[in-house]
């Protein structure tokens, strides 16, 4: 199937929205929510102008600009800003704060419309998307272990976080490679339990969250993406202390993130981190070869070489998929 063919096929996109079963109902009378465009790079849901609240109410706290960032664990577009994402926090993090929120794309299987009414519909699609987006992702997932919601990894996410807000990301991390390059159900509570442990997380005090504050948090989420007008993924507002506010919608070229933050302050200095490889993998535990080069400036098509020279050396270790590889250091290397 071409590419162009995404434009007139859904794929998994699902939009904020709430738990009840009533907007589930709303949301079938609609044009199908998972209508999604790789080309804009956008995951787009009916607008629904009643619930938009602005973002007047986004503060900037502790740094000259905050993000707050509309995702989901299974958002392949989010997993396609990767590169740009962790980059833009290597070179601006000391002028910005990235607030991670859960958009809840998947509630469920209830819908029928569009193109996609089960698991297996996807699975092309994200094979295709892999390749567009130069980033790893496995289709196969939805033929073999396919996900019945979104909501357990979101809500696992809002657990994590109650633990410790940086070490939660690298659990968000954690379950998006399972699920895009190991195609493991993330809805599952034992690969939760493992990217939880992985991580370093109290597993008791996980669990108990996970079945208790987490799941009020994810439903703040919704809430609060539903009144600042969420249409799609990734959405990210970029806001200052005087409550002007920049977004950025869907997946882009890092100049437009940069250009966000520049936008809104004008005295953020660019940090010029080191690009020796040993430096980015010191900062990230796992790299694509498109991350690799994002991070260091090696062109893309030398890229997965260098990787591999290192990887021949016994520095790195590399898990390959049909649909590209990952590498992280190699620990017992002695």
């Known amino acids: 199937m071409k590419l162009t063919h995404l434009l007139l096929i859904t794929f998994l996109t699902l939009a904020a929205t709430s738990c009840q079963s009533q907007n589930r109902n709303n949301m079938n009378e609609q044009s199908n929510p998972l209508l999604c465009n790789p080309e804009s790079g956008v995951c787009e849901i009916p607008a629904n102008p009643q ?25 392949s577009s989010c997993w396609g800003i990767e590169p740009q994402l962790r980059k833009l926090k290597l070179e601006y993090g000391n002028s910005l704060e990235i607030e991670y929120r859960m958009g809840g794309l998947l509630p469920d299987w209830s819908y029928n419309s569009g193109g996609i009414s089960k698991p297996s519909d996807v699975a092309s699609h994200w094979d295709e998307v892999s ?79 996970y079945n208790g504050r987490a799941r009020e948090l994810f439903n703040d989420d919704l809430k609060q993406g539903r009144e600042l007008g969420v249409r799609g993924f990734p959405t990210m507002f970029f806001t200052d202390a005087n409550g002007r506010t920049e977004t950025v919608y869907g997946s882009r070229p890092y100049s437009f993130f940069e250009a966000a933050v520049l936008k809104l302050y004008p005295a953020a200095q660019k940090a010029n981190y080191e690009k020796r490889l040993d430096f980015v993998f010191s900062q990230y535990h796992t790299l694509t070869a498109r991350e690799f080069s994002e991070l260091t400036d090696t062109p893309r098509n030398e890229s997965e070489k260098v990787l591999d020279e290192v990887t021949a050396k016994g520095s790195l270790k590399k898990y390959t998929t049909r649909n590209g590889s990952i590498w992280q250091v190699n620990s017992e290397q002695k």
């Open 131 to 209: 390749i567009y987006y130069d980033m790893p992702i496995d289709g196969d997932l939805w033929l073999e272990d396919p996900l019945s919601s979104s909501y357990p990894p979101s809500i696992a996410f809002k657990a994590a976080q109650l633990q410790d807000k940086e070490k939660a990301l690298e659990f968000l991390r954690e379950i998006r490679e399972m699920v895009f390059l190991q195609k493991k159900n993330i809805a599952k509570w034992e690969h939760l339990e493992t990217a939880a442990r992985n991580t370093g997380f109290d597993i008791e005090q996980f669990k108990a969250d």
């Open 51 to 75: 619930n938009s609240a602005g973002t007047s109410n986004i503060q900037s706290e502790n740094k000259p600009v905050k993000v707050i960032y509309y995702t989901d664990p299974i958002c």
